[in-house]
């Protein structure tokens, strides 16, 4: 027989076969935009001469781990600036940025997307369909 427990952002399954047990844990990722700004110019201007010769494809590299994945950046000219990220919780997020020392030189503020859908989803959803789903087991 199988069990399906969802627990916070994990579903454990347990199978049971000839007396014995296995279980499997996935766990559930969300999609967050996360609003960003620096601490001072000085801290903008050490993360700009830190990253001026970092590609796209390396900035996506470090920003990955099991708990938080980079999916989007966006930043313009102004105050603040703003990421998609893919991850466990808010504190994924956190925790990858501090590792790497973004925390130093800037604040975060991370906000769950119940709904994420783009060009590459399935548009034949309705919006609330989008909006009432389940988050992915990766």
């Given at each position: 027989?199988?069990v399906k427990?969802?627990?916070a952002?994990?579903?454990?399954v347990?199978?049971?076969?000839n007396?014995t047990?296995s279980?499997?844990?996935f766990?559930?990722?969300?999609?967050?935009?996360c609003?960003?700004t620096?601490?001072?110019?000085?801290s903008k201007?050490?993360f700009?001469?830190?990253a001026?010769?970092?590609?796209g494809g390396?900035?996506?590299?470090?920003m990955k781990?099991?708990?938080a994945?980079l999916?989007?950046h966006?930043?313009g000219?102004n105050?603040?600036?703003?990421?998609?990220?893919y991850?466990d919780?808010?504190?994924?997020?956190?925790?990858?940025?501090?590792s790497?020392g973004?925390?130093d030189?800037?604040?975060?503020l991370?906000?769950?997307?119940?709904m994420f859908?783009?060009t590459?989803?399935?548009?034949?959803?309705?919006y609330?369909?989008y909006l009432?789903?389940?988050?992915?087991?990766?």
């Amino acid at each position: 027989s199988i069990v399906k427990i969802i627990y916070a952002n994990d579903i454990i399954v347990l199978a049971y076969r000839n007396g014995t047990q296995s279980a499997v844990r996935f766990r559930m990722k969300k999609h967050f935009m996360c609003t960003h700004t620096f601490h001072s110019e000085e801290s903008k201007s050490a993360f700009d001469a830190a990253a001026q010769n970092v590609t796209g494809g390396q900035m996506f590299a470090m920003m990955k781990n099991d708990r938080a994945e980079l999916m989007g950046h966006w930043r313009g000219d102004n105050e603040f600036f703003y990421c998609h990220w893919y991850a466990d919780d808010e504190d994924a997020i956190i925790d990858t940025l501090d590792s790497l020392g973004f925390g130093d030189l800037m604040m975060t503020l991370p906000n769950e997307m119940k709904m994420f859908f783009d060009t590459n989803s399935d548009l034949k959803k309705t919006y609330f369909e989008y909006l009432n789903a389940q988050p992915e087991a990766v």
